[in-house]
């Protein structure tokens, strides 16, 4: 399976990150992306940047070594309204959306109120995709988590870190996400969640997962660069219309 897009990368900039935005687009190259995301964490992450950094990402070029770069950000769920802590008027020009419960930003609800958050933050028109969702800090409704994404057209990360040490317990959490969105037919995209760049690019536990419960490469938007582009205009992202 060959991926061709990793939406989620971290800079220096997210304060427990240690690459560049130059580095992790070398990697890129090297490992054949053809589109790169970088999405630093939302201010409300501790150690992470000022809102003033999420607001310049406009003076990254647009394509660097010849790999398409994608300004977003990893904003933070703030309460169980969905609120985030990135305001709507920087959200709207931003080239993709990642949206993440933390527990430094957010104390945990029980199984109700963690899919709640969830679910709000996805009625959010400007947010694209739900970032490690697996997280066993975070039990939700699972069932209910994969329709509401499908109903909103919100992608659903299958994060790689989450199967290292970042996350420990995310498997059976994310083989159990993957099944109902193969069940659903609700979209996903695979992300490394770098947060050094010999990690951008690495698919591997992931890939290994969706090849284990035969996940039809249709509804994995890293598949193919038409696909990924098409979703983002649907979106109403104003880079690609």
């Known amino acids: 399976m060959k991926l061709l897009l990793d939406m989620h990368n971290h800079t220096i900039a997210s304060g427990h990150a240690y690459s560049t ?10 490992k054949g992306l053809k589109y790169l995301g970088i999405t630093d964490h939302g ?6 940047p000022h ?11 647009e394509k660097i070594n010849g790999v398409e770069i994608l300004k977003g950000v990893e904003a933070n769920i703030l309460n169980q309204e969905g609120k985030l802590d990135i305001p709507e008027k920087l959200l709207k020009d931003l080239d993709i959306v990642i949206a993440s419960l933390h527990d430094a930003c957010i104390e945990p609800y029980d199984l109700e109120g963690n899919t709640k958050a969830l679910l709000n933050t996805m009625e959010n028109k400007y947010v694209d995709i739900i ?3 697996g997280n066993p800090v975070f039990p939700i409704d699972k069932e209910k988590f994969v329709l509401g994404a499908k109903r909103t057209n919100t992608l659903i990360e299958i994060n790689n870190s989450s199967f290292l040490k970042s996350r420990k317990g995310s498997e ?5 996400i993957a099944k109902l ?3 659903h037919r609700t979209p996903i995209i695979v992300n490394s969640d770098s ?12 890939i290994e997962l969706l090849e284990d419960i035969e996940m039809p490469e249709e509804l994995i938007i890293n598949t193919s660069t038409d696909k990924f582009i098409s979703y983002l205009k649907n979106k109403g992202k104003t880079r690609f219309l």
């Open 172 to 176: 059976e959490n994310c083989y159990e």
């Open 51 to 61: 809102i003033f950094h999420i607001g310049n990402l406009k003076v990254i070029p």
């Open 195 to 206: 947060h050094i760049s010999f990690d951008t690019g690495k698919f591997d536990k992931a």
């Open 131 to 133: 970032g490690h969702p």
């Open 43 to 48: 201010p409300e992450m501790p150690g992470g």
């Open 181 to 183: 969105c193969k069940k």
């Open 21 to 30: 935005v130059q580095e992790i687009a070398a990697e890129a190259y090297k």
